[in-house]
């Protein structure tokens, strides 16, 4: 069993930045893929950006790119979402997640799912 934290939610103006972490229990952090996920109200849980077990590849949604970053820390069982250049339409909850597949960017790869942060941004 994994469980994932997340934290580092909150309210930005839009062109701010926000920095969310995500802390996993566990000793096999390095056995999984990591990433977030957004769901915006009345919306689909989404894609938005994934990085893999050693840290050497990540995977972004188009809509991010260029302003989000992703990367972990194995030694602290933390992964980050760097999150800059902040849009209106990026508020949503966003959601950690772990997968032990070599890759995730889908919502049915993740294995596990922390409780989710909310992130607004206004106009």
């Known amino acids: 069993q994994v469980q994932l934290v997340e934290s580092g939610g909150g309210l930005v103006q839009a062109g701010g930045s926000l920095r969310l972490s995500c802390a996993a229990s566990?000793?096999?952090?390095?056995?999984?893929?990591m990433g977030w996920f957004r769901q915006a109200p009345g919306k689909e849980r989404d894609f938005v950006i994934s990085?893999?077990?050693?840290?050497?590849?990540?995977y972004y949604a188009d809509s991010v790119k260029g302003r989000f970053t992703i990367s972990r820390e194995n030694a602290k069982n933390t992964v980050y979402l760097q999150m800059n250049s902040l849009k209106p339409e990026d508020t949503a909850v966003y959601y950690c997640?772990?997968?032990?597949?070599?890759?995730?960017?889908?919502?049915?790869?993740?294995?596990?799912w922390g409780q989710g942060t909310q992130v607004t941004v206004s106009s």
């Open positions: 566990g000793r096999t952090f390095s056995t999984y893929a």
């Open positions: 997640a772990a997968s032990g597949s070599s890759y995730l960017t889908r919502t049915d790869e993740s294995d596990y």
């Open positions: 990085i893999s077990r050693s840290g050497a590849n990540t």
